[in-house]
């Protein structure tokens, strides 16, 4: 079971990237797929999630900017991040859950390695 983040990269301030998180080895169509990111030093930090329904949620510096959505077909699941912030800065990781507070890290059972965002100002 693999979770694959891609789509990180060096940005501008008020630029855009989209992530995707291709899963490959099981289906998880029926779980909760997430976005945390990280920086050194800092516990890992919510970002967004998808429900298998469609809900989403997102964290309060992220809302209005970020937009998460997935494919269950393609078993993935994307963030689009508008009007990009240096202190987006971090390397974002997806994860997959099945119960839980989602937005909290130790609720999903799946993790992928992560890619980096750098926003420079």
């Known amino acids: 079971v693999q979770l694959q983040a891609s789509g990180g990269g060096l940005v501008q301030a008020g630029g855009s990237l989209r992530l995707s998180c291709a899963a490959s080895?099981?289906?998880?169509?029926?779980?909760?797929r997430g976005w945390f990111r990280q920086v050194p030093g800092k516990d890992r930090e919510f970002v967004a999630a998808?429900?298998?329904?469609?809900?989403?949620n997102y964290a309060d510096s992220v809302k209005g900017r970020f937009t998460i959505s997935r494919d269950n077909a393609k078993n993935t699941v994307y963030l689009q991040m508008n009007s990009l912030k240096p202190e987006d800065t971090a390397v974002y990781h997806c994860?997959?859950?099945?119960?839980?507070?989602?937005?909290?890290?130790?609720?999903?059972?799946?993790w992928g390695q992560g890619t980096l965002v750098t926003v420079s100002s």
């Open positions: 998808v429900s298998w329904r469609g809900n989403t």
């Open positions: 080895g099981r289906s998880f169509s029926s779980s909760t």
């Open positions: 994860a997959a859950s099945y119960g839980g507070d989602f937005y909290s890290a130790s609720a999903y059972d799946y």
